[in-house]
């Protein structure tokens, strides 16, 4: 069965940087286009990055120039780089699969991980 499992959350200072990553099995990832979201708490949850199944990214506007999705074809998995990280950050973040990319999210959404928490303080 479909499986994302996201790893890398934490605690850590403004400022600091963090790595998540995301482990797919049971579809072909590299056919499919890959999102990270994030639920702050009282908030909806928001798309944060997206990349395609060629690698063009997308960014929401306030994490444009800190955050960098990426992918490993190869080791099915998706990584978020989160540079100069700020209390407005915290949250849950969300390892999902869909069948497009978008500047606003993935298209055909299919499978989402069960999510990461990311604290950080200030």
């Known amino acids: 069965q479909v499986q994302l499992v996201e790893s890398g959350g934490g605690l850590v200072q403004a400022g600091d940087s963090l790595r998540l990553s995301c482990a797919a099995s049971?579809?072909?990832?590299?056919?499919?286009?890959m999102g990270w979201y994030r639920q702050a708490p009282g908030k909806q949850r928001e798309s944060v990055a997206t990349?395609?199944?060629?690698?063009?990214?997308y960014y929401t506007d306030s994490v444009k120039g800190r955050f960098t999705i990426s992918r490993d074809n190869a080791e099915n998995t998706v990584y978020l780089q989160m540079n100069s990280l700020k209390s407005e950050d915290t949250a849950v973040y969300y390892c999902?699969?869909?069948?497009?990319?978008?500047?606003?999210?993935?298209?055909?959404?299919?499978?989402w991980g069960q999510g990461t928490l990311v604290t950080v303080s200030s």
């Open positions: 999902a699969a869909g069948g497009q990319a978008t500047a606003w999210g993935l298209r055909n959404l299919f499978a």
């Open positions: 990349i395609t199944s060629g690698g063009s990214t």
């Open positions: 049971g579809f072909t990832f590299g056919s499919n286009a």
